[in-house]
């Protein structure tokens, strides 16, 4: 069965540092990836999107990329700050001219100390 | 905020009750989406909007029933839920479901079934 796999429930960084947060795939080929963040109680907020021909895309202190041989995305964020602190979540999705499914993953709880 | 409301952002319901769920879209998007969050469970997918047409339904219990009027109104009724129902339901517009377009969620349902 298709499955997403973001690597850890939670990761704790220092301020300043890069973080680097990985989405693994399986059993899915997807044309796209997408990165949202979401904060407590609230719904999640689009970030970046990147296409299964791009291998990197940036956007201010956010770099993603996609390597559909390995099958990975990782969500960088240099410079990081508290306010960065939130749930990020990875999501694919296949392309197509009808409906396209989208999956996403369980998240993972990014906290920034300072 | 993303241009999406939803209303009520609480709800608390006994098994026997019937509610609504409501969500309404400023942005002008043609797709909508209903989703459920568990905790610490990815985003499950439960219904598929695109045009008010429904274009998918994951095999979702029917005590929980979509409706779209127009594309910017979409709407969950509930009925004789179980406690396993209590979950975040999000509600979310794209521009289309074909690939490649960012989700844009409302701030969430915070429902508890007694």
């Known amino acids: 069965s298709q499955k997403i796999e973001q690597n850890s429930e939670a990761l704790n960084i220092q301020e300043g540092k890069t973080a680097t947060l990985t989405c693994n795939y399986t059993?899915?080929?997807?044309?796209?990836l997408q990165w949202y963040r979401q904060d407590p109680g609230r719904g999640p907020v689009f970030l970046l999107l990147?296409?299964?021909?791009?291998k990197e895309k940036r956007k201010e202190r956010l770099k993603v990329t996609f390597d559909t041989t390995l099958k990975q995305s990782l969500f960088h964020i240099t410079a990081s700050q508290p306010a960065d602190s939130a749930t990020y979540l990875c999501?694919?999705?296949?392309?197509?001219?009808?409906?396209?499914?989208?999956?996403f993953g369980s998240g993972t709880r990014l906290s920034i100390r300072p | 905020e993303t241009g999406v409301t939803q209303t009520p952002r609480h709800l608390v319901m006994g098994m026997t009750n019937k509610k609504s769920l409501k969500c309404e879209q400023h942005?002008?998007?043609?797709?909508m989406y209903w989703y459920k969050q568990s905790a610490k469970k990815p985003l499950e997918l439960m219904f598929v909007?695109?045009?008010?047409?429904?274009?998918e339904n994951n095999s979702v219990p029917s005590r929980f029933s979509p409706e779209c009027p127009n594309s910017s109104h979409l709407f969950l009724h509930l009925h004789t839920l179980q406690p396993e129902d209590s979950a975040l339901y999000l509600c979310?517009?794209?521009?289309?479901?074909?690939?490649?377009?960012?989700?844009?969620f409302g701030p969430g349902t915070r429902l508890t079934v007694t």
């Open positions: 979310a517009s794209s521009q289309e479901t074909a690939g490649g377009y960012e989700q844009y």
């Open positions: 059993n899915y080929s997807p044309a796209y």
């Open positions: 990147i296409r299964e021909n791009e």
């Open positions: 999501a694919l999705e296949k392309g197509g001219s009808s409906a396209s499914k989208i999956i």
């Open positions: 942005l002008g998007h043609n797709a």
């Open positions: 909007y695109n045009f008010k047409e429904q274009t």
